[in-house]
């Protein structure tokens, strides 16, 4: 369907007001954390595992243990998310039927901007969108944590053996003990009732924060990169976070220890140095189709909404080709030729 928008002598086609993009994009808006897991999951338990096992010329064994890696990775960074954005984001949407009210009255004298409701303002909007995407960033190192110790579960599930050395058939318990693992999450200990209240203060305790208030008077005008700089920054952690659990890791392989390792500190490595690279050109080729977008849908209320949802639609589908569909092809080769190489070293230096 082709649309036709005349405004200020400009016109536009294509569909830039169609209902359906504009409530997709508003969606976004309203629930970053959720868009970015939920594409984490469809990439990481789909596009990554179908790349790494078209890797040529790599370790099977290796292989086997990056899909699990990923499949693990992909569906612990989802479930955990969602416990933690979904609350949030209830509690932002809550504030923003009456915020004026609800809020600090200094906090609504920082954050207003003349003429302007504070919903309206462009530092509270900003406030908003930093609160509602760091529920990723904060729980990275937990969220490695786990899938570190999931990975032989999964690799185990995915990938199962007929008999073990023993030529016994495996049962759940080849899987060790994972209480451990997932007591926080057990259902005789973990309730949910009255779970509103607490979020919701939290949340306008962060609102109310006069450090948070400072650095969004001065870093307001950069709104356009904060899911992509969020996003890095949460890789990094994961990465790093990855590497020490899986150096200790008791029930992984240890000869399968370093490959994972190179594997996933490679794909972090490429992604942040190339990624910023990517996303800057793309900002700039978007720049005529956002103002385009602007112009069509002027008049809409919900404009500024419709702007950060392709704020973060654009870094987080940007990072999610590179990291889950271009990288892991290179990173796997060159940590399976990295292994190699490190083990001959040392056999080398042991005959020596």
Do not use: W
Not at 89 to 108: S, Y
Not at 276 to 290: A, C, R
């Amino acid at each position: 369907m082709r649309i036709s928008n005349v405004k200020n002598g400009v016109n536009f086609k294509g569909g830039l007001n169609n209902k359906l993009l504009l409530k997709s994009l508003e969606t976004v808006s309203n629930h970053p954390a959720s868009f970015v897991a939920g594409t984490t999951l469809l990439m990481s338990t789909i596009v990554r595992p179908l790349s790494i096992a078209l890797t040529p010329k790599t370790d099977k064994e290796n292989k086997k243990y990056a899909i699990s890696d990923s499949v693990s990775s992909g569906v612990i960074k989802f479930a955990i998310s969602e416990l933690v954005a979904l609350p949030v984001e209830k509690a932002i949407n809550n504030i923003n039927k009456n915020p004026e009210k609800i809020l600090n009255p200094n906090t609504v004298k920082n954050l207003k901007e003349h003429g302007k409701t504070l919903i309206e303002s462009k530092n509270y909007k900003f406030t908003e969108q930093l609160i509602k995407n760091s529920s990723n960033l904060i729980t990275a190192i937990p969220k490695s944590m786990i899938a570190v110790a999931l990975i032989p579960c999964v690799n185990a599930l995915l990938f199962p053996e007929k008999k073990s050395k023993n030529n016994k058939k495996l049962t759940n318990n080849s899987f060790g003990n994972l209480n451990p693992v997932f007591a926080p999450f057990n259902k005789e200990e973990v309730s949910f009732k009255g779970v509103e209240k607490p979020v919701m203060s939290g949340v306008k305790k962060i609102f109310d924060s006069k450090i948070l208030q400072n650095y969004v008077k001065k870093h307001s005008y950069n709104d356009t990169n904060i899911v992509r700089n969020m996003t890095l920054t949460t890789d990094a952690l994961l990465a790093g976070s990855f590497a020490l659990r899986t150096k200790k890791s008791r029930k992984i392989k240890e000869d399968r220890k370093n490959p994972l390792i190179y594997n996933k500190l490679i794909t972090t490595a490429i992604s942040i140095l190339g990624g910023y690279q990517i996303d800057n050109l793309v900002q700039k080729g978007t720049k005529s189709f956002i103002e385009k977008f602007k112009q069509a849908n002027i008049n809409d209320p919900k404009l500024d909404k419709y702007i950060q949802g392709i704020n973060v639609v654009r870094p987080t589908l940007i990072f999610a080709a590179l990291y889950y569909g271009v990288l892991p092809v290179i990173s796997m080769f060159t940590a399976d030729k990295a292994d190699k190489l490190s083990k001959k070293s040392f056999n080398s230096d042991k005959n020596a």
